[in-house]
Every structure is written in structure tokens, then in C-alpha cells.
């Protein structure tokens, strides 16, 4: 399971209401994964593997790397 936390840069709280999802390296599976919306804590969980991709929150590459456990990202 990923695990993305989005916070707010300004203040550093988490953001509820933001979609994100996955771009998944094409190694494996490959593809983006359906968006989900963060809840109360900022969060949204994925049940993919660990694995070479991107965030994206609301539409916007937020990370780039390796994606696995608890990534966190400041907008």
C-alpha cells in the first residue's frame, strides 16, 4: 500500500479534498492509477505495489522517485 499526504506549504497542514493518483513506471503494470480525493488527515491510500513513478495531485506532478509506504508532498 502507498500512502500520500498532502500539505499545505504555507501553513503545514494537511489539505483535505485535493485528487490525487499514481503514474505507474510502464516496467510493470504501467498506467495511472484512478485519482483519489485526500481525506481529513491529507491522505490517500493506493493498494499498488512499490514501484518507479509520480505523483500527481490535482492534475500537477508533485513527486517523481521511487513510490512506496508514506510520501509526503508540500503544495
Same mark, same amino acid.
Given at each position: 500500500?502507498?500512502?500520500?499526504?498532502?500539505?499545505?506549504?504555507?501553513?503545514? @497542514? &494537511?489539505?483535505? !479534498? =485535493?485528487?490525487?493518483?499514481? %503514474?505507474?513506471?510502464?516496467?510493470?503494470?504501467?498506467?495511472?492509477?484512478?485519482?483519489?480525493?485526500?481525506?481529513?488527515?491529507?491522505?490517500?491510500?493506493?493498494?499498488? @505495489? &512499490?514501484?518507479? !513513478? =509520480?505523483?500527481?495531485?490535482? %492534475?500537477?506532478?508533485?513527486?517523481?522517485?521511487?513510490?512506496?509506504?508514506?510520501?509526503?508532498?508540500?503544495?
Amino acid at each position: 500500500m502507498i500512502t500520500v499526504r498532502v500539505i499545505s506549504r504555507s501553513t503545514g @497542514k &494537511p489539505i483535505e !479534498g =485535493k485528487k490525487v493518483a499514481l %503514474g505507474i513506471s510502464a516496467l510493470l503494470s504501467g498506467g495511472v492509477t484512478h485519482g483519489k480525493w485526500t481525506d481529513s488527515h491529507g491522505e490517500a491510500h493506493f493498494d499498488v @505495489k &512499490p514501484n518507479n !513513478g =509520480k505523483v500527481f495531485v490535482s %492534475g500537477s506532478t508533485e513527486y517523481e522517485g521511487y513510490l512506496s509506504g508514506l510520501i509526503t508532498v508540500r503544495i
